[in-house]
């Protein structure tokens, strides 16, 4: 299953990469009013996201609504190979740093870390999902890892509809997610799923 997951998330990967630029900042808009557009979104104050890198859905549209409704936005902080925090980014220009693959993450000295306790919505990233609302992640495991602590958060994974797959195969370490928004839908985990 590891290597097939593998292939999966190359290909998608290749398939998000082939979109425009032009492509990606719509789509990216299209999926952040989506997200924007949900009881999850409406009911939360504090919400976790992410900033992107290379062709991962652009979530400063998303960023830039929340900040004018007045919720307060935390973001991920990878602390080894296997763990990440959230944080509360402080406000001042040297808040920001370059971290793990290149990603901006929030310098830990100048932040407030945040309880997963606290969060009340995630939006993530990922390689593929299927309409099961099945993530596969980048493969690193930081989600997998920290979403089971999130214990009152509501999950919405994006991504672009070029990054569905028919099937994502999962095992016990792979942590389902509420939603998936895509620049043509927001598709809900099925009820039977739930049970």
Do not use: H
């Not at 009911?43 to 652009?58: D, L, M, Q």
């Not at 935390?74 to 370059?98: F, H, Q, R």
């Amino acid at each position: 299953m590891k290597e097939y997951k593998k292939v999966l998330r190359k290909s998608r990967i290749m398939a998000r990469e082939a979109l425009s630029e032009e492509e990606r900042i719509a789509f990216s808009e299209a999926i952040s009013a989506r997200v924007a557009g949900t009881a999850e979104y409406a009911e939360a104050e504090t919400i976790f996201v992410y900033k992107w890198v290379k062709g991962e859905v652009r979530l400063d549209a998303l960023e830039e609504i929340a900040q004018k409704d007045g919720k307060r936005l935390i973001y991920p902080l990878c602390i080894s190979k296997t763990e990440m925090l959230a944080i509360e980014p402080g406000n001042s220009a040297d808040a920001w740093v370059s971290g793990y693959m290149g990603i901006m993450e929030p310098v830990l000295e100048k932040g407030t870390v945040i309880d997963p306790a606290e969060i009340d919505l995630i939006v993530a990233p990922c390689s593929s999902f299927d309409e099961e609302c099945r993530r596969l992640g980048m493969g690193g495991g930081f989600y997998d890892r920290y979403l089971p602590k999130c214990s009152n958060a509501k999950i919405i994974a994006v991504a672009f509809e070029v990054q569905k797959s028919d099937e994502i195969p999962t095992d016990e370490y792979d942590f389902p997610v509420d939603a998936v928004a895509t620049e043509e839908r927001l598709i809900r985990k099925p009820l039977f799923s739930m049970l």
